[in-house]
């Protein structure tokens, strides 16, 4: 029998009206009108509804193709939808012939042309761990429906950060300099223990309950445009969550990757492009799953893959994103997460996506940039990928100050850089010094607030687009970092009511702290209007005594960026540089504010920096 009550899908942002039990969820939960690609399809899920057909009384949506999965309680079905039907609910119907049951669909007006307002070189990335940012609604540190319970005690423990504690402090991040905001998920994870990172989703189309609703993240993303503020997701196709709803009852058996036992993923990601690989290293690495909470998907089934295209395409329009980051790349099927890319940007030529490809050279950095020539013929369709080696040469180089050995010192730096040659586009690789992976810059920079100051320099004003970690400004640390991830990803001070001090007020702050903060909003608040650093070339000179020197330059936008890391002062012997700039030329230190004429005697003090902007035009 058909029960008339309305049941309301588990998300928190209601697009489907279901009018049966027998239906438990049809995903994607809505769609639109007017897009690129006019097919969609249906996943409906329900108990033993694979043998129902479904129709609809409307000539302007078209049901195509039924599909069956290895469970009877899943449907696969293809629709078209005519660019001329209007915006609305309709009534789809699913019968077996002795029985209809029905619900009610969503399709609404899209939003956004194809041009988005993306992020790219002009922007400066924030990135946050929500939970551990700022805690603004107390009263969803728990919910009836997530497993683990709030425990701000614990390293790995849900601390009960929000979207509202984002809203909150959206001035806070605009007043520093940052221009694009890059959350780790906030989707749902409901995992029993440390799901506090998001990375083992459990719902696709749901936020987590303990950061907030659909809505809210929503409005998070309008008022952040209203400061000037993009927002990109962090979004994870390779694995979900063991406690993802659909892990009791998966549609297919090879929905994800399974093995009589555990198996964990090899880490070989070198054995994408090796031309002497193993298929078995390489379906190590593609079919192992990342870690034991985390179950690895199958992108060469069609329907996991249509999946999560239709799950990110959904996200980019429903919230009005900026862009995407993509976690994890290289662990999936190459081939199948180029073809979801290329899905995305098909829809959104102009959106960035950044996949996260950890490698330590840039040469196997440089496979997974789109584009490339790569001998295998592969294109991962990636518009930008994350900078490691970059990364990498920044950790070290800022340790070895005083007259480093050979290649040692800002050496690493240069030397990184001297392989931009095997990118398509350097310019738009993302750099960075510390992330929430990785140790924080303040720990391996011996808590130095001169070395943090000369890495946050390089980062203001070098090729790419920086990406800064939440709490850095600060130099925000743990206390010794062998608690790893739990410990690293520590709480923002003031973010959580009754703290005894707070970053968002700066009189709280510690001396060292306050000179910090002071040099990065200075620095990324006038970056935002270089076009020097925007658009312009890189031409850098090699390092000598470590003290190393680059120009941006944008036709009559020239910007000369000094760092010395070395114990004792140098000077700058002009003549070095006279194709980059000319003698006589009047220009102003961003962070001291003096006046520079180039050819003109400067003591450069030990551990510092300048960004000298000769800038003879308005910008």
Known sequence: MIRRALLILQFCTVFIHLYSQ???????????????????????????????????????????????????????????????????????????????????????????????????PEDALYLIMPDRFANSQLENDNHPDAAELFSRDKPYGRHGGDIRGIIDNLDY????????????????????????????????????????????????????????????????PNHCGVSHWWMEDLPFKDWIHQFPKFTRSNYAMTTHSDIHSSKYDRDMLV???????MPDMNLTNPYVLRYFTQNAIWWVEWASLSGIRVDTFPYSDKWAASMW??????????????????????????????GNNNRDGYNSNLSSVMDFPLHDAI????????????????????????YDKIYRDPFKLMIFADNHDTHRMAEFMDKSPQKVKMALTLLATMRG???????????LHSEDGRLGHGEERIDMPGGWPGDNRSVFKKESLRDFEYDVLDHFSKVFN????????????????????????????????????????????????WDRFAESIKSGTRGVDIISGKSVTSGETISIPSQSSMIIDFTTKSK
């Open 526 to 573: 006038w970056r935002k209007s270089s076009k020097a650093i925007h658009k312009g070339k890189m031409t850098h000179y090699w390092p000598t005594d470590n003290l190393y020197i680059f120009f941006r330059i944008y036709y009559e936008n020239i910007v000369m960026v000094v760092i010395n890391n070395n114990t004792i002062d140098e000077s700058i012997n």
């Open 22 to 120: 027998e239906i438990k969820r049809v995903e994607p939960p809505s769609w639109w009108i007017g897009m690129e690609n006019r097919s969609l399809q249906l996943m409906i899920y329900g108990e033993n509804i694979s043998a129902y057909r479904l129709s609809i009384n409307n000539s302007k949506i078209v049901i195509g193709k039924h599909h069956k999965g290895d469970s009877p309680n899943y449907i696969f079905v293809d629709i078209e939808i005519n660019p001329l039907l209007k915006p609305g609910d309709y009534t789809f119907y699913l019968s077996d012939g002795d029985r209809r049951v029905e619900f009610s669909y969503t399709f609404e007006e899209k939003r956004h042309n194809r041009s988005i307002n993306t992020f790219g």
């Open 173 to 236: 991040i605009a007043s520093i300099g940052m221009t694009a905001i890059w959350s780790t998920p906030l989707l749902f994870d409901n995992e029993p223990v440390s799901s506090y990172h998001g990375y083992a989703c459990s719902d696709y189309y749901r936020i987590d309950p303990r950061f907030g609703t659909n809505e809210l993240y929503r409005e998070m993303v309008l008022l952040a445009a209203e400061r000037g503020i993009k927002i990109i997701k962090d979004m994870v």
């Open 341 to 370: 890319v290329k899905s995305i940007i098909d829809e959104y030529p102009s959106i960035n996506i950044v996949g996260e490809c950890w490698y330590p050279t840039a040469q196997e950095v440089a496979y997974w940039e789109g």
């Open 465 to 475: 687009i920086p990406q800064l970690y939440y709490g850095t400004e600060i130099m």
């Open 395 to 418: 950790q070290k180089a800022f340790k070895e100050d005083s007259i480093p050995g050979w290649g040692e010192g800002l050496f690493r730096i240069y030397r990184s850089l001297s």
């Open 287 to 293: 079919k192992g799953w990342f870690d034991n909470s």
